[in-house]
């Protein structure tokens, strides 16, 4: 039969949609890109914005329109975080959380009796780490691996600790053996990815630590690059930086997970850090690595974020100088403390805030991405788009492409090249 996936949300999701994808493959199922092809839809929820709940619904009436009769399985955060929302989908056949490794068997036993099946197991502490790696597939030039899974933080904005549960970790053979076998496959660059990456290790009686996975990461043979997804700032160390910095493979790019540059608002979110703490965590992290950039996310329009807080924000954009920001205007969340919190903004105020971050954001970009021309960088190359361009990217993720017509593919390919110039939001650069 023939599967359809929709993947919604994080990396951490589209993993685990990859992992669903071999396990059904080896069991015979064969994956299509056209919903109309399809026998079978498999839906991998986010649930961290509103408006996730809401393209979740569009997606699941364009599936019934485009496959009527296909079987709709629905997985993942939203269904966990809000079990009887998602038993109320009448669309839906099979309904799971984010525990997925039963649905291979559901979607059997589906077949076999052509009933409805629920399937939502609440999450416990001291629960172990899913058994889950994902096999070389050369379907893309980075791979990510998920090490961790669950948050403890609790944030008054954020559903993920209930859709999620609490910290656990994969442990480290477990990623040296799924790394050596994506090296083998001919993978380049490694991508550490988890729900909150910094907890590593913390569920583990032994003292180990992000540093430890990165170290493993980086002994695989054949791994040229390994890459950090988003951490929380509060949790890294002096010490996790200084052998963090020994590690010649890891890519010195951080997104370190800002959310507001006013102390106040911070509070209110029920982050574990201020601005002065996160300004010094930059500042260590530029001195210890050459290149280093620092990309972020920001969430405008905070319950009770006044005026004068997002003008705090946009002056402390300006210091820190990110390299990038993600952008996005606060959503009431359904089930977090900050839904009942008073001092909602409206939206109109809420996008006008945004607008206004993002010309900032946008103006410190450009100015960093024109410092690089002249620069000689090592790019690792992608997939060609067909147009004549090779594009890859640095090992600080700065995107560069160059001019090649008639050339063969440098897909998984590493090259030195000068910058040449600006091109939007990529570099323009020449072959040494």
Not at 149 to 173: E, F, M, N, V, W
Not at 332 to 338: D, L, M, S
Not at 339 to 368: P, T
Request: glycine share 6%; net charge neutral; charged share 30%.
């Amino acid at each position: 039969m023939r599967i359809y996936y929709c993947t919604f949300g994080c990396k951490v999701n589209q993993y685990e949609t990859e992992n669903l994808r071999q396990k059904l493959a080896a069991d015979g199922f064969e994956s299509v890109d056209a919903m109309s092809d399809a026998d079978i839809f498999i839906i991998n929820t986010c649930t961290v914005t509103a408006q996730s709940d809401k393209k979740l619904m569009q997606t699941l009436r364009r599936m019934k329109k485009e496959a009527p009769q296909a079987i709709t399985v629905l997985t993942g955060c939203f269904s966990q975080a809000f079990p009887e929302r998602a038993r109320a989908l009448e669309e839906c056949d099979i309904v799971t959380g984010t525990s997925k490794e039963r649905i291979p068997q559901l979607i059997k036993e589906f077949l076999e009796n052509r009933s409805r099946l629920f399937s939502i197991e609440k999450h416990s502490r001291g629960e172990s780490f899913a058994p889950m790696k994902n096999k070389p597939s050369g379907a893309k030039t980075r791979a990510f691996v998920k090490i961790q899974d669950g948050c403890d933080q609790y944030c008054t904005y954020c559903i993920i600790p209930y859709a999620r549960g609490h910290i656990r970790s994969k442990p480290l053979g477990d990623i040296t053996e799924e790394i050596n076998a994506l090296a083998q496959g001919g993978y380049k660059e490694v991508v550490l990815t988890g729900i909150n990456l910094c907890c590593y290790g913390k569920d583990f009686d032994e003292d180990i630590r992000l540093a430890d996975a990165v170290e493993a990461a980086c002994s695989a043979e054949g791994i040229e690059r390994v890459r950090l997804s988003s951490m929380e700032p509060e949790m890294i160390s002096d010490e996790d930086i200084g052998r963090l910095k020994m590690q010649e493979k890891l890519c010195p790019q951080f997104h370190l997970s800002l959310q507001s540059g006013c102390d106040s608002t911070l509070k209110r979110m029920n982050r574990k850090y201020t601005c002065e703490e996160y300004e010094r965590l930059c500042a260590k992290l530029r001195a210890a690595f050459e290149d280093c950039v620092i990309t972020t996310d920001i969430m405008v329009g905070f319950a009770g974020e006044t005026q004068e807080d997002f003008e705090q924000t946009l002056k402390f954009v300006e210091k820190i100088g990110f390299e990038k920001v993600h952008i996005f205007p606060y959503s009431v969340r359904e089930g977090t403390a900050a839904a009942k919190f008073g001092g909602q903004i409206d939206r109109a105020e809420k996008l006008r805030r945004c607008e206004r971050l993002e010309q900032v954001c946008s103006g410190i970009r450009k100015c960093w991405l024109d410092s690089l021309c002249g620069k000689t960088v090592s790019v690792l190359f992608e997939k060609e788009k067909g147009d004549g361009w090779h594009r890859g990217y640095t090992k600080n993720y700065t995107p560069v492409k160059v001019r090649a017509d008639g050339e063969s593919s440098w897909r998984w390919q590493t090259k030195n090249v000068r910058i040449t110039g600006v091109d939007g939001d990529s570099c323009t650069a020449e072959i040494i």
